[in-house]
């Protein structure tokens, strides 16, 4: 299984793209922060979200993990999800290092106090293709 921060940098602080259809048949997507664990990706939510309805109803996704300036750089895949309610506490504790760091702040405090309604998100990627147009985009100015 390919490791998806071993293509981008293990400290990336950029949140997954989730893509997913919704019960009318209408696509959508959502931004969570993720940890790579073993090759399967993790995110949390609260588990009233939305999303953890629309992904029990149909467990396939899309997704990516891309920064939005120049040069482009990312992997981008889909995957086969899985709702796991018992690792949501778990989950959140390692984004919020991840993301926030050690430091306590206001928003590590707000989404402590409201991990036992978190849920885990696991996706086990099926397919995914890494990209670097860093090479092709050289020389031009981003600004």
Not at 16 to 25: D, Y
Not at 77 to 83: D, F, P, Q, R, Y
Not at 120 to 132: L, V
Request: hydrophobic residues 35%; charged residues 25%; aromatic residues 10%.
């Amino acid at each position: 299984m390919q490791y998806i921060e071993r293509e981008l940098a293990p400290d990336t602080k950029i949140p997954i793209r989730i893509g997913f259809i919704k019960p009318n048949g209408a696509p959508s997507i959502i931004s969570l922060w993720y940890i790579d664990i073993n090759g399967k990706i993790y995110c949390a939510t609260q588990k009233t979200a939305k999303i953890i309805h629309y992904l029990e109803n149909k467990p396939t996704c899309g997704f990516e993990i891309a920064a939005d300036q120049p040069p482009y750089k990312g992997s981008r895949g889909e995957g086969i999800v899985k709702i796991i309610p018992s690792k949501g506490p778990e989950i959140l504790k390692i984004l919020i290092k991840k993301y926030l760091g050690d430091k306590e702040s206001t928003l590590s405090k707000f989404l402590l106090s409201h991990s036992k309604n978190e849920i885990a998100i696991e996706i086990t990627p099926k397919k995914i293709f890494h990209y670097d147009y860093s090479k092709r985009m050289k020389g031009i100015s981003y600004e």
